[in-house]
Structure formats: C-alpha cells, structure tokens
C-alpha cells in the first residue's frame, strides 16, 4: 500500500510517496523551502504544491511542528502564532481536495521509527526526540503511542524553553561545535533519564545524520541510538498516519 507523507519542519517541507508495509520511500523525496514566517497560506500553498508534484489523488499523512489533537494546531513555537486554533487538517483538504492525517512530527517520525526502525520490537518506555529547529518528542510505551509529549518545552535555566538551548538551531545561531553541542544534548537528555527513567531514546531529525559527530558526549546510562530512517522518518511517519 502505497500514501503520501509530508513533513513540515522549520526550514523545508518535505515529501515522497512511501509504501506503508515496507517502510521504503517509493518516489524521491522532493523539498520545498519553508516560506518565511511560515504563515498558515503560505504553508497551505507549499502542501499543494508538494501533492501537485506528485500528482497524487489520495489520502494524504501530515507531521506538523506543533502540538496537535484532533487536527487542530495549539502551540506555535517554531511556526507563526497565527496557526493557533487552526484545523490543519481541514485547512490542508480545502487547499489540495485531498483528505488529509495531520499529527505532531516527533509524533510522526516517531511512528516510523516504532514500526521499522531503531524502535522496531522494544518494551517499556522509548522516546523519539528530534533535534532540528526544535526539540520534537515522541512517547511509546510498548509500541504504543502517547501524543504531544512535548519535552522541548521544558524550562532550563534562563531559557524559557530548553529547546532554545539544545536544539540544532542554537548550534547553528551560537556557532558551536558538534563537541562544544553535544554537551548540550548530554544536558537535555540527562534531565529527561531523571525525569522519565526512560529505557531508550532515539535520535532522529536531520542532525541524526550527524550523530557520530557528537554521540561521545552522551553519557547518560539510558541507551542512546541514532534512528535508522534518519531525516526520512518523518516522512515515513506521516504516511503511516494517512493509513
């Protein structure tokens, strides 16, 4: 079975078609830019073009930067504020005509990995954690799903979320080292073995790619691993979604 999956992030929404049962991209990915200030229009615009590119006709599977229940967007840390409130899902099918799945992307990415990836087959408590512009999390419990856990949201220091300390984009905006950031990520995910007592945590997100770069800086005792589909799971995740 063969569904579109989208994944929106903060500086490029992606796409490919994905067979479902496989876990394998059927189609190139195709990337488009985030319009600036990623306002819900202009991001409804780049959906259609991505679905145009395609030219697909069915449903459609949506990992979105936000928290997100029953199609509806409430946060808006990483994206415009005017997605408060939004039905993304019913924004997304008046735009493309299409039905569309919208859930958090940690959430997405998260899936994939749970269903065959790093994640495949493990008990207890795992987290998916991506580092890109934001922190996203994803919870499973026994392979079960429990959305919008959004630990990036948690308060460090005089940080007024922790994201803004450990994310990607605070590598990139303070100029860091992959050493001097992993440091960072140590921090975050210390607190979160603390808080949780997790039994795995999964690195996913672009800098997944990059996880040699900074994995000897983690030195918490939950195992660490870098999730197998890398930037690809949350496009993998999203077509779970539409299933």
Same mark, same amino acid.
């Given at each position: &079975?063969?569904?579109?999956?989208?994944?929106?992030?903060?500086?490029?929404?992606?796409?490919? #078609?994905?067979?479902?049962?496989?876990?394998?991209?059927?189609?190139?990915?195709?990337?488009?830019?985030?319009?600036?200030?990623?306002?819900?229009?202009?991001?409804?615009?780049?959906?259609?073009?991505?679905?145009?590119? +395609?030219?697909?006709?069915?449903?459609?599977?949506?990992?979105?930067?936000?928290?997100?229940?029953?199609?509806?967007?409430?946060?808006?840390?990483?994206?415009?504020?005017?997605?408060?409130?939004?039905?993304?899902?019913?924004?997304?099918?008046?735009?493309?005509?299409? %039905?569309? %799945?919208?859930?958090?992307?940690?959430?997405?990415?998260?899936?994939?990995? #749970?269903?065959?990836?790093? @994640?495949?087959?493990?008990? @207890?408590?795992?987290? &998916?954690?991506?580092?890109?512009?934001?922190?996203?999390?994803?919870?499973?419990?026994?392979?079960?799903?429990?959305?919008?856990?959004?630990?990036?949201?948690?308060?460090?220091?005089?940080?007024?979320?922790?994201?803004?300390?450990?994310?990607?984009?605070?590598? %990139?905006?303070?100029?860091?080292?992959?050493?001097?950031?992993?440091?960072?990520?140590?921090?975050?995910?210390?607190?979160?073995?603390?808080?949780?007592?997790?039994?795995?945590?999964?690195?996913?997100?672009?800098?997944?790619?990059?996880?040699?770069? +900074?994995?000897?800086?983690?030195? #918490? %005792?939950?195992?660490?691993?870098?999730?197998?589909?890398?930037?690809?799971?949350?496009?993998?995740?999203?077509?779970?979604?539409?299933?």
């Amino acid at each position: &079975m063969e569904l579109l999956g989208i994944d929106i992030g903060g500086s490029g929404i992606k796409g490919a #078609i994905v067979n479902i049962e496989t876990g394998e991209l059927v189609t190139e990915r195709h990337r488009i830019p985030t319009p600036e200030g990623a306002k819900p229009s202009d991001v409804a615009n780049i959906v259609k073009d991505l679905v145009d590119h +395609f030219n697909w006709k069915g449903s459609v599977g949506c990992g979105f930067p936000a928290l997100v229940t029953h199609g509806v967007a409430h946060t808006s840390v990483n994206i415009h504020k005017s997605w408060r409130g939004v039905n993304v899902e019913s924004l997304f099918e008046k735009r493309t005509g299409l %039905k569309f %799945k919208v859930a958090n992307d940690a959430d997405a990415a998260g899936l994939a990995a #749970i269903s065959f990836g790093s @994640g495949k087959g493990k008990k @207890g408590l795992v987290f &998916m954690i991506t580092l890109g512009t934001g922190i996203g999390s994803g919870a499973f419990y026994n392979g079960q799903l429990i959305p919008n856990f959004e630990l990036g949201s948690i308060p460090y220091k005089k940080y007024k979320r922790i994201e803004y300390y450990a994310a990607n984009s605070a590598r %990139k905006r303070n100029h860091l080292s992959y050493t001097e950031w992993g440091k960072r990520v140590h921090k975050f995910l210390r607190l979160i073995e603390k808080l949780f007592s997790p039994d795995l945590i999964i690195i996913g997100g672009g800098t997944s790619k990059n996880f040699d770069e +900074f994995k000897d800086q983690i030195r #918490i %005792k939950t195992p660490v691993i870098p999730a197998a589909y890398q930037n690809n799971a949350g496009i993998l995740g999203a077509a779970l979604l539409a299933k």
